[in-house]
C-alpha cells in the first residue's frame, strides 16, 4: 500500500512563493510516476506538475515558468516537491500529491489548501 502525505500549503499573498512536499511510502516508490494536481470547488481536478521516474518534466501552460516540481528517490520512499512561485489569486485550490504507476496503482493524498489573497 502507498501513502502519500503532503505539507507546505497555507495563505501567501500575490506575488508570494510557496513550497509543497508529498512524503510516499510504499513498495518500489521510485517507478512511480509523481505529480501534483489542484481544484476548486464546482471544478475537475487538473494536473499542475508532474515528473516521470527518469525525471521528465510536464506543466501546466498556467503555471510554466512559475512552478518547478522535482523529486528525491529512495528504494521505498519519494519525496517530491512544487515549488511556486509568483503566486496569483487564481491558484488558490487544493492541490494533491499523485503517485501513478498503473490504473489500478494510482494513489492520492489527502490534499493541502493553497490561499493566494491580500
Known amino acids: 500500500q502507498v501513502q502519500l502525505v503532503e505539507s507546505g500549503g497555507g495563505l501567501v499573498q500575490p506575488g508570494g512563493s510557496l513550497r509543497l512536499s508529498c512524503a510516499a511510502s510504499?513498495?518500489?516508490?521510485?517507478?512511480?510516476?509523481m505529480g501534483w494536481y489542484r481544484q476548486t470547488p464546482g471544478k475537475q481536478r487538473e494536473a499542475v506538475a508532474r515528473?516521470?521516474?527518469?525525471?521528465?518534466?510536464?506543466?501546466a501552460d498556467s503555471v510554466k515558468g512559475r512552478f518547478t516540481i522535482s523529486r528525491d528517490n529512495a528504494e521505498n520512499t519519494v519525496t517530491v516537491y512544487l515549488q511556486m512561485n509568483s503566486l496569483k489569486p487564481e491558484d488558490t485550490a487544493v492541490y494533491y500529491c499523485?503517485?501513478?504507476?498503473?490504473?489500478?496503482?494510482?494513489?492520492w493524498g489527502q490534499g493541502t489548501q493553497v490561499t493566494v489573497s491580500s
Open positions: 510504499g513498495t518500489v516508490m521510485k517507478i512511480y510516476e
Open positions: 515528473i516521470t521516474p527518469g525525471g521528465n518534466l510536464n506543466y
Open positions: 499523485n503517485a501513478y504507476a498503473t490504473s489500478t496503482h494510482n494513489y
